[in-house]
């Protein structure tokens, strides 16, 4: 039987992934940290990730408040994404799982091939 503190725990960790959603969250909210960008300069920088997929990943992120796109009116159109203060709030987290991964993760070459496959 679990306990009350085991089932808060989970259901911390629950709401947590919903609130980033897309897997590659962890991803652009890293690439967010280094400032706001432009759409094409954030998908070059995270060329990992397919076109279809991040914009996925910005909708939901923008959604649940993590991530502020703005329009500027030139000609085309101008979006550029930056965190809010809640995504900027998410650097601890993500440091922390840097910290994990360099202890204890797969190379990153092996990342960027787990990721074609989906």
């Known amino acids: 039987m679990s ?8 259901s ?3 709401e947590v992934l919903q609130i980033l959603g897309a897997k590659w ?4 909210l890293d690439e967010l940290l280094n400032g706001a960008q432009r759409f094409n300069q954030l998908r ?25 796109r703005e329009v500027f009116p030139t000609v085309p159109v101008t979006v550029e994404y930056s965190l809010t ?9 993500l440091k922390e799982m840097d910290k994990w991964v360099q202890k204890w993760g797969a190379s990153r070459k092996q990342c960027e091939q787990t990721s074609t496959l989906s």
Not at 3 to 10: D, L, N, S, Y
Not at 25 to 28: K, L, M, P, Q, R
Not at 47 to 66: A, C, K, M, P, V
Not at 85 to 93: L, R, V
């Open 25 to 28: 969250a962890f991803v652009v």
């Open 85 to 93: 203060e809640k995504g900027s709030d998410f650097q601890a987290a």
């Open 3 to 10: 306990t009350i503190a085991e089932h808060q725990e989970q």
């Open 12 to 14: 911390n960790i629950c």
């Open 44 to 68: 070059r920088n995270v060329s990992i990730i397919r076109t279809q997929s991040l914009t996925d990943t910005l909708r939901h992120l923008e959604q649940n408040g993590l991530v502020k």
